[in-house]
């Protein structure tokens, strides 16, 4: 319990230092960052594991590259549900989506 406490304590800091790193990205503060990576998560094991299954034929096709764009469409997901988070441009989801991911899988080996 301790260990996923401190994993969403962990990736709601790299939210927000990556809102201070990404031009296109706000997050109101460390609270909002928090509530993001909370609701991330919880978006990707419930819809991101319906759309993976869906989109099992184009993670085939694209040898896993294509949750990169599941991820960035729920993290636009998360960017619509809370408020004081913001993404301008798709562009900016995009990047920002793959190195929460990446941040995601670090911190989930690490825990």
Aim: net charge negative; charged share 10%.
């Amino acid at each position: 319990m301790i260990d996923l406490i401190l994993h969403f304590l962990l990736l709601g800091a790299v939210i927000l230092v990556l809102a201070g790193m990404l031009p296109g990205l706000r997050v109101e503060g460390y609270g909002t960052a928090l509530m993001v990576a909370v609701l991330y998560v919880l978006i990707n094991l419930t819809l991101g594991a319906v759309l993976m299954f869906v989109a099992l034929p184009f993670m085939i096709l694209t040898v896993g590259l294509f949750k990169l764009v599941i991820n960035t469409f729920l993290l636009w997901i998360t960017d619509q549900l809370i408020e004081n988070f913001e993404i301008e441009d798709i562009g900016t989801t995009f990047i920002a989506a793959i190195l929460i991911t990446l941040s995601d899988t670090v911190l989930t080996w690490m825990f």
